[in-house]
């Protein structure tokens, strides 16, 4: 495949390029300079063969819609395509000249089954590349398989990968253990979880033992509890018979007492008590009898002892009608002397009503009395009267006060509407309050803002600037452009000093490589491989001219040569045969010395390459610095003019910013007085109005605050005698209100006073009084006679109950006299006291018949009770007698067989208790078997045995706890396994760990493997290819080292991999890692070359494209090199970028020859 | 006749271990060493709750080289707290029970049967008008059809046979009792309980001849739900059958195509799809994990020869996505996109020729077999050294012959 044309459009910088590749050889040297677009071309030839990749970073400028990669390419088969490349989906990018979709596989079946990366690493090449494949050529000293890989190959990847993957292996397996690797360390992990689950794995066995050791524990237990039990029931039995043993000995006394007793008749239960109850009602019943006899007896003689009298209590009721009269009578009696005082008293108090009247002191008031409401109606008109009177004084008194206080109100509200008061001001003292700390404020503003204007003035001056509008219009950057400028331009003169240094070492070092060629050329001639040749060229040359002489046809020409100068030729011949020999074989004595030469040559060379670059680096960036400059200048001409110097610029636009900030306050304070004036206009106007209203004359040079204070002050006088006028005015309108209702009331009692007039007069002559009567006086006559009307009353209730005692008095003397005719003895002769003395003797009478029919009553139950007794008597002789047949004995012995009889049942009595005690102590068992139990048993040895007992059971105590613990420790052991016991976690543990390994292990196998395929596969290639490679390496590696190596050889090193050696013209044999540089890189490009040609024998060629190349050497091996690549471009086209001037002039050479062509990339 | 559910649950495997999961974090066993157990009570739970009247156990309760004793205390008391709820259960040991040391010596509450080892046995259970035939097995290996002496139905009843057996034989199973379906089929059981395949199979409907499954997945073999068969019964059919899932983790196996993707960062999303989808369909249970990275892409060698940081990567996201999901492996099985049919004639190209023909070689076996013996002589005699041995002798030379090949293409540069 060989580009005719290649055209990239809207790629990366570059707007539109085409290079043209002119028909005939295939080296074609693309020469460019920096920024030209040569790194952008390589790029474009890859995106052309492979699609431009989906992030590239070639559309960043022209973005990625116009993008296109056009070129036209012949095929090893004489196809010519015509294809285009856009962006765009992979597979739909490739398009004919027309702009129709081509398939991908057209271009693509070309390329095989290379790839990009396969392109750019085999047929690209850059100087860094070549140095770096040197260089790992000298790392692998010469390895073939390393050699064929990474050279020829350009898999110079692979053997880091092949390292890495190795070191991969190695951290997770090698037959030796290291803590590092994955598999040991799962590998202590799967131990240690082995170790536990095997520790804590319970087994049927264990599980059985332990079990049985429970069960044994238990069974333990059990025994004691057994043992427990049977000592427990011991000692109750012992303590049971402790308890009883006593009891049935008590027992034993009452069966003894019980014998005495046997001679007694057999008697139902209850005969003794019967026999007592019988013997003792007996008793009873004879005592009660006599008793109730007497008690008979004595009722009968008290009955027979009181006497009553029969007449007496006959007249009963008149005697009680008597008693009461009499208490009345007494009762009057007392009152009577009140009542008679109470008449005179009447009498008297008429008296005074009569004078009052004006009636003489026997007139007859009872028959003059008036009506009662005729003394009621003068009684109230009089009360009208005289509150009506009393009222209109009153009034008339409150309206001639009223009538004076609206005369002395009107009169000061005259004299304030002369004085101006009684009209508001129409202005306040707040108006004025802040006028003069504004004024000093204002003040202070015009001259703080003259200070500043002052000082900007002079400082604009000083800068320069006519004035302030000058200043202020001035056009210039701001400081972050300029300190964006001076920031580009010190680093560009950063950039300059670096260079500047880089270039001063370049020369330091150039004129260290000129002392010492110069050190080296000083001694002997060094036998370089020049100067070996130019020796060789003049021994030739010397001898071609002798051997043509010898060999010319024309024998006279050495005939004529006279034999001085013949000696001469043979003499300077055999100089310089010797010379060319001597230095031929001084070469590799001499050595260190050519190489030291080669190396200060090469120095000298590469220092002044390098001082070459720096001055055309220190040249454009001069031009740079230049070009900002008039840059600058262009952009901000009164800048420049002003001030060139970026610095003293920025710190002038500084102070100019504050200048101007400054000016901008200054506007600001012009702007705020001028706003304080108008704000105080308006109130001084007020102040002067107010002045002259209230004529206010302190003087025409007061200043403000004294007027304000005066003006203040009169308006406060004025604000207070405004405020006496209204509250004047208010209270003239209070009065002659209030004045208007006193004269509306005073109005309405002179007319009640004419109705009250016609009816006083009817009134006062129903009392007999004249119509003029005052109502004073009219009220008290009619007040009198209401008093008399009450006491004439009064007398007559009086006389009315006088009367009423004198006829109770009558009465009573005459019932005493109906009674006392009928008595017996002699009554006093005043009745209340006869009355009396017949009340009390009733009294006595009626005492003594009651107490008669009380004992009358008690003397019949004293009879009825000495019947009772009698038959109660008779009965308890018969149940005794009944007694004595059931005992068969006497009356008289009855008493004594009923206490024996009383006895025997107590102490049977008493046995049954002790059996019961005996039972209950004993657990309720038979008195027999308890008896029988403790026969024969002595107490204090029952007592010791069950010391003994409780001994025995307090260890078992002690021993059963012991037991206890122990089931409990077992048990608890038995719960343990309900639990996994962490036996699961160590199980999950180690089949983690085991998850680990296999994982590490796997991983481990597929490195290994895949390792021991690589280097299988690269021994086979090696054995396939080695030979025919080696051999055609050789061949250009010989020519590129100008014959300084006649070629490349294998060998075997000291471990006993093959390698490649270099083969000196002298024979010599260098190794890789003895090779120079420049000899390394060589041999890298000739493996290279030979690898190339390998493939473009087997498979569509592709371009080869190498990129500064040359750089690293000189210019003999320069112009091999590119003779390497110009053989190349006879199998493929080659395209080789540089922008080193001495590239392209060696290239002419090659150019004349028609070995190569030239592109300058510029005119492109 | 009496309406009653049951349940049909086998391969217990109580107390096995969960295999191929390696550690992660700190609180790894506690959640996954007693994922049987919990599964086992889930299945407990579950009866309970379904007001179930009998289970039984078609075999395999223990694993055969299971040693600790505490798991059959564990069982017996979950046994205890079933006849607590009236629940009867009939087991039958399988090849795993036989071989198990402890499995016929435990002391079992009176609510729970276990088949006789000598003869098929079978148990009436009067209260609910059913009949279990079963027979455990003796010795593991098993080989005779036991299913032939199974009694013949008991006339009224719902006849349940409970076999441990390979019906007509299963692939990653011993072939142990061996039995044909038509066989079953036709013996006039109601239900066929099975056990010993631990992939659920309704083998067949009239009767219903069921293999539930084993009731939590132990590895990736064992992927998807996992739990036992609810089957209840009316008037003496059954009415309906459920499988419910009691697993705790949630094996499952899936596949992450990478065709169409372009960069090594796009497959991240790809992955985190698959996972969170598998996530979800383990409704809240643990999951262990095992992706699979397929198809064809540019990426392949880039894939293949940094698998390990792969692994990291998915397994970070899934860390991210839940805690209790475990990345069990990530398998690199991509193939390079479009090769060329073109005969390469660069190095690199003859290389992999070479790579290729080698692989193909019993030189590599060789080599592998070395690697092994390497391997051999480090590796813990219980760390699985066969099964680890098996995948290498299978997997390992292709992957060995990707990686290489992957080396290739990553060398250019």
């Known amino acids: ?1164 | 006749m009496v309406n009653f559910r049951f349940i049909h649950a086998a391969d217990l495997h109580l107390d096995s271990p969960l295999i191929g999961l390696a550690k992660k974090s700190e609180d790894y066993a506690a959640r996954l060493d007693d994922a049987s157990r919990r599964a086992f009570d889930n299945l407990v739970a579950l009866a309970i709750e379904e007001d179930c009247r009998l289970i039984v156990i078609a075999g395999d309760i223990f694993d055969g080289q299971w040693r600790d004793y505490r798991t059959g205390l564990f069982f017996v008391d979950r046994m205890r707290r079933l006849r607590q709820a009236g629940i009867r259960v009939v087991i039958i040991a399988g090849n795993h029970d036989a071989e198990n040391r402890f499995a016929n010596r435990l002391e079992y509450s009176d609510n729970v049967k276990l088949m006789s080892q000598r003869h098929p046995e079978s148990l009436l259970i009067e209260e609910l008008g059913v009949a279990v035939h079963g027979r455990s097995f003796p010795q593991r290996d098993i080989v005779d059809n036991i299913a032939i002496e199974y009694p013949s139905p008991v006339p009224g009843r719902f006849n349940i046979g409970l076999l441990h057996t390979a019906c007509g034989g299963s692939e990653g199973h011993a072939s142990y009792a061996p039995c044909a379906l038509a066989q079953l089929v036709n013996h006039g059981y109601q239900y066929w309980a099975l056990g010993h395949i631990h992939k659920r199979q309704e083998l067949a409907k009239a009767p219903y001849i069921v293999y539930p499954g084993n009731l939590q997945g132990r590895s990736v073999r064992e992927t998807g739900p996992k739990g036992a068969t609810l089957v209840e019964v009316i008037d003496g059919d059954v009415a309906r059958i459920v499988h419910c899932p009691l697993d705790v983790v949630r094996w499952i196996v899936e596949d992450v195509t990478v065709a169409g993707i372009e960069t090594r960062e796009a497959l991240l999303p790809a992955v985190r799809e698959r996972v969170e989808l598998a996530y979800a369909s383990c409704d809240g249970r643990a999951l262990a994990m095992r992706l699979r990275v397929v198809g064809s892409t540019h990426l392949h060698a880039e894939l293949a020869a940094t698998a390990p940081s792969v692994r990291e990567e998915i397994e970070t996201l899934a860390v991210g996505i839940a805690s209790n999901i475990w990345i069990e492996k990530v398998e690199i099985c991509t193939s390079p996109s479009a090769a060329s049919a073109d005969i390469d004639p660069t190095v690199a190209g003859t290389l992999r020729q070479a790579v290729q023909s080698l692989a193909a070689d019993p030189w590599l076996t060789l080599r592998l077999e070395a690697r092994l013996k390497e391997i051999n002589i480090k590796l813990p005699a219980g760390a699985r050294r066969d099964e680890l041995f098996q995948v290498l002798r299978i997997e390992g030379p292709e992957k060995a012959r990707t990686l290489a090949l992957a080396m290739i293409d990553q060398g250019q540069g």
């Open chain 1, 1 to 1164: 495949m060989r580009f005719e044309s290649f055209t990239f459009e809207k790629y990366g910088r570059v707007d539109s390029c085409t290079l043209s590749f002119p028909p005939g050889p295939g080296l074609a040297v693309i020469y460019g300079p920096n920024e030209a677009g040569k790194s952008t071309s390589l790029a474009a030839i890859a995106d052309f063969l492979f699609g431009i990749p989906h992030n590239s970073p070639r559309g960043q400028v022209f973005g990625y819609d116009q993008m296109r990669l056009t070129a036209v390419v012949a095929l090893a088969d004489g196809t010519r395509l015509s294809l285009r490349r856009r962006k765009g989906r992979a597979g739909r990018t490739l398009t004919n000249e027309s702009g129709q979709g081509v398939d991908e596989g057209l271009l693509a079946r070309h390329l095989g089954s290379t790839g990009r990366e396969r392109f750019c690493s085999l047929f690209g090449l850059d100087h860094n590349s070549l140095r770096t494949g040197g260089e790992r050529l000298m790392a692998a000293d010469g390895d073939i398989g390393r050699l064929i890989v990474e050279a020829g190959g350009g898999l110079r990847a692979l053997v880091d990968v092949q390292e890495k993957m190795a070191q991969d292996a190695d951290a997770l397996f090698a037959t030796t253990r290291a803590g590092h690797r994955r598999f040991y360390r799962a590998l202590d992990a799967y131990q240690v979880a082995d170790h536990a689950a095997t520790e804590g794995l319970l087994t049927l066995d264990a599980y059985e033992e332990t079990k049985r050791r429970c069960d044994e524990a238990q069974g333990m237990v059990d025994e004691i509890r057994s043992k427990q039990k049977e000592i427990a029931e011991w000692i109750l039995r012992l303590q049971r018979l402790v308890r009883v043993i006593p009891t049935i000995r008590e027992l034993d006394g009452v069966d003894k007492e019980l014998a005495a007793f046997l001679d007694l008749p057999p008697l139902r239960d209850g005969f003794a008590d019967a026999a007592k109850e019988a013997l003792q009602a007996l008793k009873l019943a004879e005592a009660a009898l006599s008793e109730a006899k007497e008690r008979h007896a004595a009722l009968s003689a008290k009955i027979d002892a009181l006497m009553q009298s029969e007449a007496i209590l006959a007249a009963e009721a008149s005697i009680r009608d008597i008693e009461e009269k009499a208490v009345h009578v007494r009762k009057a009696r007392g009152d009577r002397a009140n009542r008679q005082i109470e008449l005179a008293e009447i009498n008297a108090k008429l008296d005074v009503v009569r004078g009052a009247l004006g009636l003489p002191p026997d007139a007859d008031l009872e028959a003059m009395f008036p009506p009662p409401d005729t003394i009621a109606r003068v009684q109230k008109l009089a009360a009208q009267g005289i509150e009506r009177r009393a009222k209109m004084i009153a009034d008339e008194k409150q309206l001639a006060k009223e009538d004076g206080t609206l005369a002395g109100l009107a009169e000061r509200q005259s004299e304030r509407r002369r004085a101006g008061t009684s009209e508001p001001l129409g202005a306040t003292i707040a108006e004025f309050a802040n006028l003069a700390e504004l004024s000093r404020t204002i003040a202070g503003s015009e001259r703080r803002a003259e200070r500043i204007g002052q000082e900007i003035a002079k400082r604009v001056c000083q800068l320069g600037f006519e004035n302030s509008d000058c200043f202020a219009a001035w056009s210039c950057p701001n400081g972050a452009t300029i300190q964006s400028e001076l920031d580009r331009r010190t680093r560009l003169d950063d950039e300059i000093a670096k260079i500047a240094e880089r270039s001063a070492a370049e020369s330091a070092k150039r004129d260290m490589a000129a002392g010492a060629i110069e050190h080296l050329l000083q001694a002997r001639e060094i036998p370089t491989d020049a100067s070996i040749a130019r020796a060789r060229g003049d021994r030739e040359e010397t001898w071609r001219a002798i051997r043509d002489r010898y060999l010319s046809e024309r024998g006279e020409d050495v005939a004529r040569r006279p034999i001085g100068d013949r000696k001469a030729d043979v003499d300077r011949h055999r100089q310089q045969t010797e010379a060319a020999d001597s230095l031929a074989d001084r070469k590799s004595l001499d050595a260190k010395r050519v190489a030291a030469l080669d190396l200060a040559h090469r120095q000298k060379a590469e220092a002044l390459i390098a001082i070459e670059s720096l001055e055309k680096q220190r040249k454009a960036l001069d031009e740079r610095r230049r070009k900002d400059v008039r840059a600058w200048e262009e952009a901000w001409p009164e800048a420049a003019n002003r001030q060139s110097d970026l610095r003293r610029l920025k710190g002038l636009v500084e102070e100019r910013g504050t200048i101007l900030e400054r000016f901008a306050a200054l506007r600001a304070l012009g702007e705020e007085v001028d706003q304080l004036h108008a704000e105080m206009a308006p109130r001084r106007w007020a102040l002067e109005q107010a002045e002259a209203q209230l004529a206010v004359e302190i003087g025409g040079a007061a200043s403000i605050s004294e007027r304000v204070s005066a003006a203040s002050k009169a308006i406060k006088i004025h604000d207070d005698a405004y405020a006496d006028f209204r509250h004047d005015e208010k209270a003239i309108r209070d009065v002659t209100l209030q004045r208007q209702s006193t004269k509306a009331s005073l109005d309405a009692l002179q007319s009640a006073g004419a109705d009250w007039r016609t009816e006083w007069a009817p009134a006062v002559s129903a009392l007999g009084l004249a119509e003029s009567i005052e109502p004073e006086r009219a009220n008290e006559i009619a007040t009198q006679w209401a008093t008399a009307g009450g006491l004439l009353h009064g007398l007559k209730l009086t006389r009315e109950r006088l009367r009423r005692m004198d006829d109770d008095e009558k009465e009573l003397h005459e019932k005493i006299e109906t009674v006392a005719c009928a008595l017996d003895f002699v009554l006093p002769e005043d009745g209340v006291a006869a009355g009396g003395m017949l009340a009390e003797r009733l009294d006595g009478e009626l005492k003594i018949a009651s107490e008669r029919q009380v004992l009358a009553v008690q003397l019949k139950e004293a009879m009825a009770e000495q019947d009772r007794k009698q038959q109660s008597r008779e009965a308890a002789l018969a149940k005794t007698a009944g007694l004595c047949g059931e005992a068969r004995c006497e009356p008289a012995d009855l008493e004594a067989l009923a206490l024996r009889c009383r006895q025997c049942s107590a102490a049977k009595v008493r046995r049954l208790a002790l059996a019961d005690t005996v039972r209950r102590s004993g657990d309720s068992l038979p008195v027999g078997i308890l008896r029988e139990q403790s026969a024969g048993r002595d107490l204090d040895n029952i007592k010791a045995d069950l010391f003994q007992a409780e001994q025995d059971a307090t260890r078992l105590i002690s021993e059963m706890e012991t037991a206890l613990s122990e089931v409990q420790d077992r048990t608890r052991a038995m719960e343990k396994f309900s639990a996994t016991g962490g036996i699961n976690e160590a199980v999950a543990a180690r089949e983690s760990a085991t998850a680990e390994m296999h994982d590490a292990l796997e991983r481990y196998v597929e490195i290994s493997l895949a390792k021991d395929l690589l280097l299988a596969a690269m021994d086979k290639i090696r054995a396939e290819q080695q030979d025919p490679l080696i051999l055609r390496a050789s061949a250009l590696f010989s020519a590129s080292t100008k014959a300084a190596f006649g070629g490349i050889e294998t060998d075997i090193d000291d471990h006993g991999n093959p390698v490649v050696v270099g083969r000196r013209a002298s024979g010599e044999r260098v190794s890789v890692a003895r090779m120079s540089d420049g000899a390394r890189d060589q041999l890298f490009l000739a493996f290279r070359i030979a690898s190339i040609e390998q493939y473009c024998a087997a498979a569509e060629p592709l371009p080869f494209i190498a990129d500064d190349l040359l750089v690293h050497f000189d210019d003999d091996r320069g112009a091999a090199a590119l003779g390497l690549l110009a053989e190349l471009g006879k199998t493929t086209q080659v395209m080789l970028f540089t922008h080193h001037r001495h590239v392209r002039k060696d290239t002419e050479a090659f150019v004349a020859r028609n070995a190569a062509n030239v592109i300058d990339l510029a005119s492109a």
